[in-house]
């Protein structure tokens, strides 16, 4: 097992990739400590880990509130030992598609504000209670966007830019505290839409899609869409990709490795 007796917690652990990693997590032997904001979602990602012989907790915590989450991560020390892995897969929704011209600062600010604050908020938790003589792997979440130039993503763009940035940084800080940071960049997941993830609905707002969809769901035009079609290999990445190569970075096996990118773009960016 890659991750035998490592204790994760997954912020955002009811998402889409969050839980699909807190399933994958949990089947390679480690603890899970899955937090987010609606305890529904909650229970059905631990009911899987649950019903597969995995070791799962849940907790309501609010990524955007400090104190609740360095409660959170103090408890589960506490609790557990330490924290060994952690990954923040909350999500904010925000605007794409609307021109400098016509984008208000409270929009630009929206994604740029939301995703860095609760980074440096989850990041700052955990950072106390990993690391010396057990290793420690922070995992971020960006996207292509930090490398592309799109019309209409300049709020997005930065966002993921500032997101990799800040991963780079804060392993160079960490580095020290034996603590690796890697950023994970998939592009837009054909499969998310179908588990729930808050872009089924980002994507219906998009001008390009509402001009190429012919009335198709989102999760059914996704998978073979224009965006797929750009990629080297013609398609995107699955959750279960994502979930799988977060789990081989958060493992010992990786243990060469921080302060980068791991691209999982299918060939949309090439570093």
Known sequence: ????????????????????????????????FIA??????????????????????????DAFDQRAVEKHAAAIAAKAGGIDIALNAVSVMHDQGTM???????????????FLRTLFITSKAVISHMGGKRS???????????????????????????????SR???????????????????????????????KDLFK?????KDTADGQPVEEWLPDSAM??????????????????AAFMASDRAGAMTGTVANLSCGSVVD
């Open 205 to 209: 707002t998009l001008i390009w899609y």
């Open 136 to 166: 420690g792997v922070i995992l971020t979440l960006s996207t292509p966007g930090s490398k592309m130039a799109a019309p209409g993503a300049l709020a997005y763009s930065v966002t993921c830019a500032g997101k990799e940035s800040f």
């Open 36 to 61: 987010g904001r609606t305890q529904a979602r909650l229970d059905v990602v631990a009911a899987d880990i649950t019903a597969a012989g995995g070791a799962v907790e849940t907790a309501l915590v």
């Open 169 to 199: 940084v804060l392993a160079a800080e960490l580095a020290p505290r034996n603590i690796r940071v890697i950023c994970l960049r998939p592009h837009a997941i054909a499969d998310a839409p179908a588990a729930g993830s808050y872009t």
């Open 1 to 32: 097992m890659l991750l035998k007796n490592k204790n994760a917690v997954i912020y955002g652990g009811g998402g889409a990739i969050g839980g699909a990693v807190a399933r994958v997590f949990a089947r390679e032997g480690a603890r899970v």
């Open 100 to 114: 400098l011209v016509d984008l208000s600062l409270d929009k630009f600010m929206q994604p740029i504000e939301g």
């Open 228 to 245: 797929a079609q750009s990629t080297m290999l013609k398609r995107l990445p699955t959750l279960s990709e994502v979930a799988e190569t």
